[in-house]
């Protein structure tokens, strides 16, 4: 088991509600990534937030934002939701930021998003 | 635009043969390819990881072969048990930029007894 814990696990949520998705880094890690797993396919990318701040992001509209705390943990908000955001939204842990060269990234065990 | 892609989408290995799963790349910029394993209900868990000065890289069953000219590699589990039925996803990272996974689409390997 990895470090990284994300919650809930679980969530069902109406179309064009908004949803906040929430994750604790693993111990000694300062950047955290989201990632969008739609059944049968593999993680895509959202955004990564290094210190605070977003500095990569993916294929993904504005209404999909994030947040990074001091101690690293994060928050997914997604508004407006769609029956395509229904997936599993993954975090992952690592070190370094950008240009830190290939740290590895620990995911988390994920939250299964149901927008019905 | 699928950067990395994966074969094959399936796999039926019976217990003690080999599973073998390739991956393409079209990204030369990419510089690291880990490998993950991943349950239903679970995150993805690193396997094992190359890069690309390296032909080919052995963890216990597990062994990665890497062909840089054809911007291809492979994953090749000895032994199959089935305690290795899990969806396997091949990925790719570029160092110089942010922490981002291009992940493959997935091979759903089962192992029967």
């Known amino acids: 088991e990895t470090g990284v814990t994300q919650s809930p696990t679980h969530l069902i949520k109406t179309r064009g509600q908004q949803v906040t998705l929430r994750c604790s880094s693993q111990?000694?890690?300062?950047?955290v990534s989201w990632y969008q797993q739609a059944l049968g396919q593999g993680p895509q990318f959202i955004f990564q937030?290094?210190?605070?701040?977003?500095?990569g992001r993916g294929n993904f509209p504005p209404r999909f934002s994030g947040l990074q705390f001091p101690n690293y943990s994060s928050e997914l908000n997604v508004n407006a939701l769609e029956l395509d955001d229904s997936a599993l939204y993954l975090c992952?842990?690592?070190?370094?930021?950008?240009?830190?060269?290939?740290?590895?990234?620990?995911f988390g065990q994920g939250t299964r998003l149901t927008v019905v | 635009q699928q950067q990395v892609k994966q074969s094959p989408q399936s796999l039926i290995v019976q217990k003690g043969g080999i599973s073998i799963i390739n991956c393409a790349y079209e990204?030369?910029?990419?510089?690291?390819f880990p490998w993950y394993q991943q349950f239903p209900g679970k995150g993805p868990a690193l396997l094992i990881a190359?890069?690309?000065?390296?032909s080919e890289k052995k963890e216990g069953r597990f062994t990665i072969s890497f062909n840089k000219s054809a911007k291809q590699f492979s994953l090749h589990i000895m032994d199959s048990q089935p305690g290795d039925s899990a969806t396997y996803f091949c990925?790719?990272?570029?160092?110089?930029?942010?922490?981002?996974?291009?992940f493959g689409t997935g091979t759903k390997l089962q192992v029967i007894p």
């Open positions: 190359i890069r690309p000065d390296v």
């Open positions: 111990s000694g890690h300062n950047t």
């Open positions: 990925a790719a990272k570029r160092s110089g930029g942010y922490q981002k996974v291009t």
């Open positions: 990204n030369t910029a990419f510089d690291y």
């Open positions: 937030y290094y210190r605070e701040e977003e500095n």
């Open positions: 992952a842990s690592s070190w370094g930021g950008y240009g830190a060269g290939n740290t590895e990234a620990f």
